[in-house]
């Protein structure tokens, strides 16, 4: 009964691989994000998605492509990856707060960690 | 620019040792404030959504409250399960589906 789950859980690849991180939710929300958590802790957003369409698209390399297949599902691309991308990635879905109120806070995926060799 | 920082960066208590931590935001119009705790391995886990100044939440010994320019999240009497990273995200009202997290507090309640 997952609510948000994703995989891989690690990740551990050479520079100039292309990888993938498959997120899924089964809490009928209607908005899906992508974040990158530093050593330090911080989230820093990369991607939302809301009914399949791309709404927010932070300054992110484009060697990263989101894909969204339905709502439920956001998946990340990674193309030529290198060092700097080693990190804990995170997917997280909330509700649209035009449809459920006020309350859309997120609900996050345990998280993978990619690690650049 | 909307932004959000956290103090301290991390925390250690004695167990039964109550304390603060704060969140301080600037934003363009806040829509909502949320706190996360979030374990070693694990995504963070939602606690806490404030949305207007003045207003409290509480969970067993948690408690949140909310100003015009920072948010304060009061641990009572904490036991060694509440150690964890606490992380503040802020929400503004012209883009509801970005959130801006600060850069959390380690908490380490000893006992």
């Known amino acids: 009964d997952t609510a948000v789950s994703q995989t891989p859980k690690y990740l551990v690849t050479q520079m100039g691989n292309d990888k993938s991180i498959k997120c899924e939710q089964n809490?009928?929300?209607?908005?899906m994000y992508w974040y990158k958590q530093d050593s330090k802790k911080f989230l820093k957003i990369m991607f939302s998605y809301n009914n399949k369409e791309l709404i927010i698209n932070e300054t992110v390399p484009n060697r990263f492509s989101p894909k969204s297949p339905d709502k439920a599902h956001l998946n990340l691309h990674i193309n030529s990856l290198e060092l700097g991308d080693s990190a804990v990635y995170f997917c997280?879905?909330?509700?649209?707060?035009?449809?459920?109120?006020?309350?859309?806070?997120?609900?996050f995926g345990p998280g993978t960690r990619l690690t650049v060799l | 620019e909307d932004q959000v920082t956290q103090s301290p960066e991390a925390l250690r208590l004695q167990e039964g040792e109550s304390s603060s931590l704060n969140c301080s935001y600037t934003?363009?119009?806040?829509?909502?404030l949320f706190w996360y705790r979030q374990d070693p391995g694990k995504g963070p886990e939602f606690l806490f959504t404030?949305?207007?100044a003045g207003e409290e939440k509480e969970k067993e010994r948690l408690k949140a409250t909310l100003t015009k320019k920072e948010s304060f999240l009061h641990i009572t009497a904490p036991k060694p399960e509440d150690s964890a990273t606490y992380l503040c995200?802020?929400?503004?009202?012209?883009?509801?589906?970005?959130?801006?997290f600060g850069s959390g507090t380690k908490l380490n309640v000893k006992p």
């Open positions: 934003v363009s119009g806040l829509r909502g």
């Open positions: 809490l009928g929300h209607d908005t």
């Open positions: 997280a879905s909330s509700q649209d707060p035009g449809t459920s109120g006020l309350h859309n806070e997120q609900f």
């Open positions: 995200a802020v929400q503004a009202v012209d883009n509801f589906n970005k959130f801006y």
């Open positions: 404030l949305y207007s």
